[in-house]
C-alpha cells in the first residue's frame, strides 16, 4: 500500500493536468473501490487501485499547497497587517516569525489570509508574549529562493512547511505590535506562556534557563549563535529541538507515574492525554508529532495485547502525517527524523541483537544500546547531512553517547523543576539547582568533543555515505556470523569500486551555472575552480557566502575568479575576502 501511495504520489506531482480536475477524479475512484471492498472477487484490485488514488490525492495537495520559487526573485515594497502566529527564532538584532494576516503590495491588489515569514527587528517584549499578537510593518516581499548550489537548505523548504508562501523583511523601525495585550487564546497557549514564566524565574543561570526553554518547552527563540553552531558541529543539534527522544523521555517518565493506577483503560488514557499534551504545549513540530503517535500506537497495542513489526509501525505512522500534512515531504527536519527512526529501526536494532548476545554485563549492554543505535541513526541521516550541509561529523557518535543521557537527566530534572515551581517558588528553584548543574555538565562535555574536528567532506559524500547505508543493510540481514563476514567483504569491494569510478568521474571538468546564468563555476582537477562573474548582481554578501563555503567543502587550494564586467567586481572581491584564509584566490578583470 505504502510503494501504491507513493507511486501516485508522484505520478500526481509529474502530471501536468489541472488538480481541479485530478483531485475530484482521484476521491472519486477512491471512493469506488472503498466501496468494492466488499465484493470478494475483486478486493484486491480494488485495495490496489485505491492505495494508488491516496497517493493521487496526496500529491495534488502538495502541488496546491507547495509556495512558488525562483533562483533569483525580485523584492516587492507591500504594507503587512497580521496576526503572529509563531516566533522562529530571536536574537538581540534580528528576530524571524511566521504571521497571517493582509499583505498591500505596492502593484498588485490586497491579498487577504497568507502566511508569511517575517524578518525583523525584535521588538521590547519576550518572544512568548507575541504569540496571538497583531502586528504592523512597511516590508519588502519576494517569493522563496530555490537552491542554487549543491548544498544548503533551499528557503522554499524552510517556508512549506508552515503553510508560508512568501519571505518578507520589515524595514527599520516599521515592525510595530499594536495590541499591549496578546489576543484571546486557547488555554495551551495560555498554559505555555505561564509555564516558561515559570522557567524563567526558576532558572538562575542564564544559559541553564536557555536550554530549559528549548529542550522541554520547545522554544529556541533565545538560543544564541554560539550556542546552536556549538550542539552542530558536535552533531548533537537535534538534542536542542523537541523531537522522538525529548517526547521519548516524557513518555518514559508518564508510563512511570501512570503505574499507580490499576485499570489499564484508565493509564492509557492518561499516559496518552499526558503525551499529546507535552506535544500541543511544544508548538506540535513535525518530529514531536511522529514521536506522540509512535508512543499512542505503542501504548494501544500494549492495551490490546497485540504486536506488530517496529518498520510496519513506524512507516504507518510517516504514513499518516504525511496523508495529514504533504508538504512535511520537504521539510528537512522531517526527513532528518523520518531517517534517524528508520536507521534506528533497521540497522541500529538488529546490531544491538547481534551484541547482545556477546554481552553478559548490564552496563557493556547499556554501552552497546547507546551505541547501536547512535550508530544507526547517524548513517540513516549521512546522506541527507551531506547533501545539505557539505559534511559528516563523524564525532557525533561520541558526542551523542556522552551527551545524551545528561540530557535525558536535565529534562527530567527541568520538568520535575518547573512543575514544584508552579506549586512553590523555593521548591522549584532548589530542583532548578540540579537541573543547572546538568546542563553546566553536558555544555562542558560538548565543549570538549567540539575540540576533536573529526568530520568528513567532499563532493563524493553524498553516494558514498548512500552506499555505506545500502552495505550496512545488506550485512545485518545476514544468517550467521560466517555469512556475515562474506556479505562484509563484498560490501567493501563494492563500495571501494564505487569510490574508485566516483574518483575518476570528479577528476573530469565540470561547470554549474547560477543564478540565472549570471555566475559560471568550474572545477578542474582535484585542486582549481574558475569562478566567472558575467555581470553584477544585488545580494552579494549571502551570495559570496554561498559560493565561497561550496568552494571550501570542495577542498580546493587555487581559485580563479573573473570579473567579466565592472559591476561583478564588489562580488569578486567578497568572495576573494572570504577566501583568503583557506586558499589561494586570484581576481582576474581581462
Excluded at 515569514?117 to 530555490?146: C, K, M, N, Q
Excluded at 522531517?334 to 544491538?352: C, D, E, R
Aim: charge should be positive; aromatic fraction near 8%; proline fraction near 5%.
Amino acid at each position: 500500500m505504502l510503494v501504491l501511495s507513493a507511486g501516485g504520489w508522484i505520478g500526481a506531482l509529474l502530471v501536468a493536468m489541472p488538480p481541479a480536475v485530478v483531485f475530484p477524479l482521484a476521491v472519486g475512484v477512491f471512493l469506488l473501490c472503498a466501496s468494492g471492498l466488499w465484493i470478494e472477487e475483486i478486493r484486491r484490485w480494488c485495495f490496489l487501485l485505491g492505495s494508488l488514488m491516496v497517493g493521487v490525492c496526496l500529491g495534488v495537495r502538495m502541488n496546491l499547497h507547495l509556495p512558488i520559487a525562483s533562483h533569483q526573485p525580485g523584492d516587492m515594497p507591500a504594507w503587512l497587517d497580521g496576526t503572529i502566529r509563531q516566533v522562529l527564532s530571536s536574537s538581540g538584532s534580528r528576530m524571524s516569525c511566521i504571521i497571517e494576516g493582509t499583505l498591500d503590495p505596492k502593484f498588485l491588489p490586497p491579498q487577504h489570509n497568507l502566511r508569511l515569514v517575517v524578518y525583523a527587528e525584535p521588538p521590547p517584549v519576550s518572544p512568548s508574549e507575541l504569540l496571538g499578537r497583531r502586528a504592523v510593518a512597511t516590508v519588502d516581499v519576494r517569493i522563496p529562493r530555490r537552491r542554487e548550489l549543491p548544498y544548503g537548505i533551499s528557503e522554499w523548504q524552510t517556508v512549506a512547511p508552515y503553510s508560508a508562501e512568501l519571505i518578507a523583511y520589515a524595514k527599520r523601525g516599521t515592525f510595530a505590535i499594536l495590541e499591549a495585550e496578546p489576543a484571546a487564546q486557547n488555554w495551551i497557549a495560555r498554559l505555555g506562556r505561564m509555564l516558561l514564566r515559570t522557567t524563567d524565574s526558576i532558572f538562575a543561570d542564564a544559559h541553564s534557563r536557555t536550554l530549559a526553554r528549548a529542550l522541554i518547552l520547545g522554544d529556541r527563540s533565545l538560543l544564541d549563535r554560539q550556542t546552536r553552531q556549538l550542539f552542530s558541529r558536535t552533531g548533537t543539534a537535534h538534542i536542542l529541538s523537541v523531537s522522538g527522544f525529548h517526547v521519548g523521555v516524557v513518555a518514559a517518565l508518564l508510563a512511570l507515574i501512570s503505574t499507580i493506577v490499576r485499570d489499564r483503560r484508565v493509564r492509557f488514557a492518561l499516559f496518552v492525554a499526558g503525551v499529546w499534551l507535552y506535544v500541543l504545549l511544544t508548538g506540535a513540530q513535525p518530529p514531536a508529532i511522529r514521536a506522540g503517535a509512535a508512543a499512542t500506537l505503542g501504548a494501544a497495542l500494549l492495551l490490546a495485547q497485540r504486536w506488530i513489526p517496529p518498520l510496519h509501525a513506524v512507516a504507518l505512522v510517516l504514513w499518516v502525517m504525511i496523508a495529514i500534512e504533504p508538504n512535511l515531504l520537504v521539510s528537512v527536519s522531517f526527513q532528518l527524523s523520518a531517517a534517524a527512526v528508520l536507521g534506528i529501526v533497521t540497522i541500529g536494532s538488529p546490531l544491538y541483537q547481534r551484541w547482545k548476545a556477546l554481552l553478559r554485563s548490564r552496563l557493556l549492554q547499556w554501552i552497546a544500546t547507546s551505541t547501536a543505535l547512535t550508530l544507526g541513526a547517524t548513517l540513516a541521516t549521512a546522506p541527507l547531512v551531506a547533501y545539505y550541509f557539505g559534511v559528516v561529523p563523524v564525532i557525533s557518535l561520541v558526542a551523542n553517547i556522552a551527551v545524551v543521557p545528561l540530557a535525558s537527566a536535565f529534562i527530567i530534572a527541568g520538568i520535575v523543576s518547573i512543575g514544584a515551581g508552579v506549586i512553590s517558588f523555593g521548591i522549584g528553584r532548589f530542583y532548578a539547582s540540579v537541573a543547572g548543574l546538568l546542563a553546566q555538565w553536558m555544555l562542558s562535555v560538548i565543549e570538549q568533543v567540539a575540540q576533536l574536528d573529526w568530520s568528513l567532506a567532499g563532493p563524493l559524500l553524498v553516494p558514498l555515505s548512500s552506499g555505506a547505508v545500502l552495505a550496512a543493510w545488506y550485512i545485518l540481514r545476514s544468517t550467521s556470523w560466517r555469512h556475515m563476514i562474506f556479505r562484509f567483504g563484498a560490501a567493501t569491494i563494492a563500495l571501494a569500486l564505487l569510490w574508485a569510478v566516483l574518483e575518476c568521474i570528479w577528476q573530469l571538468p565540470s561547470q554549474r551555472e547560477l543564478t540565472n546564468g549570471a555566475i559560471a563555476v568550474e572545477f578542474r582537477g582535484k585542486e582549481a575552480a574558475l569562478i566567472t562573474l558575467k555581470r553584477g548582481l544585488s545580494g552579494t554578501s549571502s551570495l559570496a557566502k554561498e559560493i565561497a563555503d561550496y568552494c571550501i567543502l570542495q577542498r580546493r587550494s587555487r581559485v580563479y575568479i573573473r570579473a567579466a564586467t565592472p559591476e561583478a567586481l564588489p562580488l569578486a572581491r567578497s568572495i576573494a575576502r572570504r577566501l583568503e584564509q583557506s586558499c589561494t584566490t586570484d581576481i582576474i578583470t581581462r
